[in-house]
């Protein structure tokens, strides 16, 4: 290649890649307007803030009219702790709203976060039924990892398509709920608007792809590049089902 190519070449790489900007949202029809995360003792905080994480971004960036709660059983922080265990290592979230603040009134709620914990079976007994209770009036849930569990306890995912974290898959799937079609390899599965990802960083894939879907897929792109992030080529690039056998 002669020297004078080459320069004709670089010169024009500054307008071939040109650094992203801001994508304008293409889609302004019925965007969701009221978030809502669920949380119980011992939760998993990035299975939390791998999907909360974006969507503060997202709604600073677009200054979203959005509306967030932080909902729990009780009114108490809710600590990364599970109940059970003796450890002081862990952060507590400030809850904003209860369950029974949602269940006792038609109080809007358009998205669902629901992340997986430490000790998932101990948050089934009072999420279950309050997931089971809001979803009629949900747009979208959006689960991580073990939140799926708690999730099709409340019998929303029966004969659907949904996944997990692939980390002891056969001692998992011998406990799962056998009316949901457990799927493997997943990073995310899509079924209706119920969205289920896989271990907790997979959160951040399906939150980008729901963005994509939600929001137009500009936005999820240039989300992902001020993230610095990787993302999973396509729902199924899954390389975790393998190295844990599932
Ligand atoms: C809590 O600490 C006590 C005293 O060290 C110990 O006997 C018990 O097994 C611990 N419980 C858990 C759940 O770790
Ligand atoms: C559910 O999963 C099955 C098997 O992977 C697939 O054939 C089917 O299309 C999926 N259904 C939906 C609604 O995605
Ligand atoms: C626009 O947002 C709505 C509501 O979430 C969604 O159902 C629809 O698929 C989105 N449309 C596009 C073209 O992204
Ligand atoms: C999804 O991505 C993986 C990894 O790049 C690739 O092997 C697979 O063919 C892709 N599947 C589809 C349906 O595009």
Redesign the pocket.
Known sequence: MRASTLTTLLCSLPSAFSAPSQPPLTNTSALPLHFGLLLYPGFVALDAYSVVDILNTLSLEYSLAATFDVIAETETPVSTIPRASNSTFGQAVVVTATYEEYSASEKPLDVLVVPGGYDSRSAIPAAAPFIKVVYPRLQYVLTVCMGSFITAESGILDGRNATVSKVNWKNKMARARKEVHWQTPARWVTHGNIWTASGSASGIDMVLAWIGHVYGKPVADYLGYEYEFNR??????DPFAEIWQS
């Open positions: 999973a080529k396509n729902a199924t690039d």
